[in-house]
Antibody, heavy 116, light 110 residues
Framework: EVQLVESGGGLVKPGESLTLSCAAS????????MSWVRQAPGKGLEWVGR??????????DYDIPVKGRFTISRDDSKKTLYLQMNSLKIEDTAVYYC???????WGQGTLVTVSS | QAVVTQEPSLTVSPGGTVTLTCGSS?????????PYWFQQKPGQAPTTLIY???NRHSWTPARFSGSLLGGKAALTLSGAQPEDEAEYYC??????????FGGGTKLTVL
């Protein structure tokens, strides 16, 4: 059974940092491009960024609002995807999902709340 | 930055057929945008229905189909069921480097 389990969400103040994790199981993680998607309360889905496989160079792409503040990385030995978020803003408040778009799998999400 | 547009809301009768569309501010949607369609029910994570324009996953009911129609990506639901009431999102890929979601279509089965 495929599982993606996000963790690391919580309440932080503006300007602080937070790192999310996504633990994968049930598929060959190292062969999968992985992405982060977020959803602000009551709003639609927003693409955050993606990391390619190591074979493809492990390159990353980000949406404009998070570029330079967020970093996506992966540890294939741990089958884990990460999202390091720096200089958090109130508008970063959202449920963050990890997903393998190509294979169609989604985690259940983890809530990040940025508030003073 | 590209904007992806969807109908804000649609209504379909049980057993009826409805088509949701997904347009791009940059021009016609093509297979090169690798259109995706997702379904999200309240309080749940999204699920992927369609990838690469028209491919279903093993869990996608056959009543859902994807296509390109009139310069847009389209999701057609034939034989709507009450459980199909949900929010539907499309996503397009631009230059293979970033994805952009549409604003979502709230589908009511009534």
């Amino acid at each position: 059974e495929v599982q993606l389990v996000e963790s690391g969400g919580g309440l932080v103040k503006p300007g602080e940092s937070l790192t999310l994790s996504c633990a994968a199981s049930g598929f060959t993680f190292s062969n999968a491009r992985m992405s982060w998607v977020r959803q602000a309360p009551g709003k639609g889905l927003e693409w955050v960024g993606r990391i390619k496989t190591k074979t493809e160079g492990g390159t990353t792409d980000y949406d404009i609002p998070v570029k330079g503040r967020f970093t996506i990385s992966r540890d294939d030995s741990k089958k884990t995807l990460y999202l390091q978020m720096n200089s958090l803003k109130i508008e970063d408040t959202a449920v963050y999902y990890c997903t393998t778009f190509g294979s169609g799998y989604w985690g259940q999400g983890t809530l990040v709340t940025v508030s003073s | 930055q590209a904007v992806v547009t969807q109908e804000p809301s649609l209504t379909v009768s049980p057993g009826g057929t409805v088509t949701l569309t997904c347009g791009s501010s940059t021009g016609a949607v093509t297979s090169g945008h690798y259109p995706y369609w997702f379904q999200q029910k309240p309080g749940q994570a999204p699920t992927t229905l369609i990838y690469d324009t028209s491919n279903r996953h093993s869990w996608t009911p056959a009543r859902f189909s994807g296509s390109l129609l009139g310069g847009k990506a389209a999701l057609t639901l034939s034989g709507a069921q009450p459980e199909d009431e949900a929010e539907y999102y499309c996503m397009l890929s631009y230059s293979g480097t970033r994805g952009v979601f549409g604003g979502g279509t709230k589908l009511t089965v009534l």
